[in-house]
Nanobody
């Protein structure tokens, strides 16, 4: 079955940087959109960033644009999220997600559009 394994979460101070990785197996990685979502404590899950199969389309949530960078390495079946200038409000469980079909623009940061999910990696930002 498809597996997604996130790593890189940690506790950091505000202003710091962190790089998350998601390694995907048993999946045609290069064919589909990939995304990062996050869920702060006691809040709903929301989209962070999404990237098209060829990296030609990238979309960020307004709260992270300019600070976070999503990228993918199709040869290594790996998705990345570089997070800079971290803020306490970035504290959340971060999830990697993979689609199983093409996505319309309105679906790209919609969690229900993604078929496969990792277990999450915790990011905690202290002030």
């Amino acid at each position: 079955q498809v597996q997604l394994v996130e790593s890189g979460g940690a506790s950091v101070q505000a202003g710091g940087s962190l790089r998350l990785s998601c390694v995907v197996s048993r999946y045609p990685f290069s064919r589909y959109y990939m995304a990062w979502f996050r869920q702060p404590p006691e809040k709903e899950r929301g989209g962070v960033a999404v990237i098209s199969p060829d990296s030609g389309i990238i979309t960020y949530a307004s709260t992270v644009e300019g600070r976070f960078t999503i990228s993918r390495d199709n040869a290594q079946n790996t998705l990345y999220l570089q997070m800079n200038d971290l803020k306490p409000e970035d504290t959340a469980m971060y999830f990697c997600a993979a689609a199983d079909r093409g996505l319309w623009p309105s679906q790209r940061l919609f969690d229900r559009a993604y078929a496969y999910w990792g277990q999450g990696t915790q990011v905690t930002v202290s002030s």
